[in-house]
C-alpha cells in the first residue's frame, strides 16, 4: 500500500519494512489501536524537536493524553497520516477498517470466561472462611496445616502458607489450586508444586470449618 504523500517535510515518508509488524499481520495488537483510537477522536497532534516526533499529545478529552512517538509502520501499512499541516494525525479508511476489527474482536474477547488468580507470592496464611486443599506429607499421609515448618528442594526451611486462589466467576468466589504458597524468612513468597516439598494435595477440596484434624 503506498504511503501519503501529505506528510509535512518535517516529518519524512517512512520507509517499508521487511520487518514491519503490520504488513505482516491482518490484525492490530493493543499498543496500534491505542494510536489510532486516539486519531479517530480527531484531536492528535504532534510534538517535534529538533525536526523528529518525541511524543503526541490527546486533546480530545478534558485533560490532555500522551502517546510516545507512533511506529512507523503504522504510516507505511497505510493505517494512519499526517493532515496538511504536517502536525495533526488522523485515520486512514484502512486505519478505521482495522480499528473497527480490532475493537469487535477485543468485545468478543473480554466476554469470554477467564480464571483469576490472587496475588500467589501475598505472605499471609490460609484464610479459615474459604475452602482448602489438605496438603499431606507423600511418605505418612499426614497433613500439613497452614503455618506448618518445611523443607525446601535445596534444604532450607519454608513456612507453608496455603494453595494458591483461584476464581472463574470474576472474583466473586474463590477455590484452592494445586500449587503451594510457601515464605521464607528472608526473601519473601514464593510458590512450588507440592512434589517438590516432599507432599501431595488432596483431589477434592474442604469446604471451611470442616477440616479434618491433623
Known sequence: MPCDRRLSPRHPTPTRSRESPITHRTTLVDRDARYLQ????????????????????????????????PPPALFTAGLLRYRGDGVSLELTSAGS???????????????????????????????????IRILRQIATGREIAPGATLTDPSGHPVTYLGP???????????????????????????????????????????????????
Open 38 to 69: 486516539a486519531a479517530r477522536r480527531g484531536a492528535l497532534s504532534a510534538v517535534t524537536e529538533y525536526g523528529a516526533v518525541r511524543y503526541l499529545v490527546d486533546r480530545s478529552g478534558k485533560f490532555r493524553s500522551y502517546l510516545g512517538a
Open 97 to 131: 477498517a482495522a480499528l473497527d476489527a480490532y475493537l469487535t474482536r477485543k468485545t468478543a474477547l473480554d466476554a469470554l470466561p477467564y480464571t483469576l488468580t490472587r496475588n500467589p507470592l501475598r505472605e499471609e496464611l490460609h484464610r479459615a472462611d474459604e475452602p
Open 164 to 214: 494458591t486462589m483461584s476464581s472463574d466467576d470474576r472474583g466473586a468466589t474463590w477455590r484452592p489450586t494445586f500449587t503451594a504458597r510457601v515464605s521464607y524468612p528472608d526473601h519473601g513468597g514464593w510458590l512450588y508444586p507440592p512434589a517438590a516439598l516432599g507432599a501431595a494435595y488432596d483431589a477434592e477440596q474442604v469446604a471451611p470449618g470442616t477440616r479434618e484434624p491433623g
